[in-house]
């Protein structure tokens, strides 16, 4: 059973009681979604189009912003996103999101919830998006990315998606000069992401997260 709970900025989030654990930062959905994936991730990546590949879709607040971004930017984005549990539609239209995101937000959203799983589809001008239904350890990936966000619940709640294996994993994808952006600090998750030929720079994290890990393929 989740629960949508309110954060410090305003913006939604699910708590699964199962696992004790928010989506989110509770000091702010989309100030934490804002500050690491699109301000240390998307803004840092010229390419165009720009392949993402997002490991953990969770509510899809990282894909709406992305695509809000692109609008503003004019660049073009091929996302790709794989999550084992997907909400349902009937949570996702619980989350307020839309109504906070400015004009053009609620298609936006709603095309994010409802396109086909599995294949690319047209979410707006500038962005396709891919969703997988998948176990991300036990995937087989394909293609090239340029930009990574590593969104999985934290490692001491999911300790298999932390693994030297998932990061390496994530390199054999990886164009030359791609990033990677996630939420975490640890030292564990540091070491691993070098081993696997990333450079890793500690970053000022947002509200109630003193730093955040950006690491780039060399």
């Known amino acids: 059973m989740t629960e949508i709970i309110r954060t410090s ?17 509770v ?22 189009p720009v392949r993402i590949l997002e490991i953990g879709m969770g509510t899809g607040l ?37 109504s906070i995101t400015g004009e053009g937000s609620e298609a936006i959203f709603k095309a ?20 997988i239904r998948a176990d991300f350890t036990s995937l087989a990936l394909e293609g090239e990315y340029d930009l990574f966000y590593f969104d999985a619940f934290g490692p001491d709640k999911q300790p298999e998606m ?5 990061f390496e ?15 975490s600090a640890k030292g564990e998750v540091k070491r691993k992401l070098r081993s696997s030929g990333f450079e890793v720079t500690m970053l000022p994290g947002p509200p109630g997260k003193r730093e955040i890990i950006r690491a780039v393929r060399k």
Request: aromatic letters at 10%; glycine letters at 6%.
């Open 9 to 25: 900025d305003g913006s939604d989030t699910i708590y699964v009681p199962q696992l004790n654990e928010h989506y989110h930062s």
């Open 27 to 48: 000091h702010g959905a989309i100030q934490e979604s804002e500050h690491i994936f699109i301000g240390y991730g998307l803004q840092c990546c010229a390419s165009d």
């Open 62 to 98: 990282n894909a709406l912003l992305t695509a809000i971004r692109a609008n503003a930017s004019g660049q073009k984005i091929h996302y790709t996103t794989i999550e084992k549990y997907p909400i349902s539609p009937e949570t996702a239209k619980l989350l307020n999101y839309p």
């Open 112 to 131: 994010i919830h409802s396109c086909a799983w599995e294949e690319f589809s047209d979410i707006t001008r500038l962005m396709k998006l891919k969703k």
């Open 162 to 166: 932390w693994t030297s294996e998932v």
């Open 169 to 183: 994993k994530i390199s054999a994808v990886s164009a030359p000069g791609s990033i990677l952006v996630t939420y």
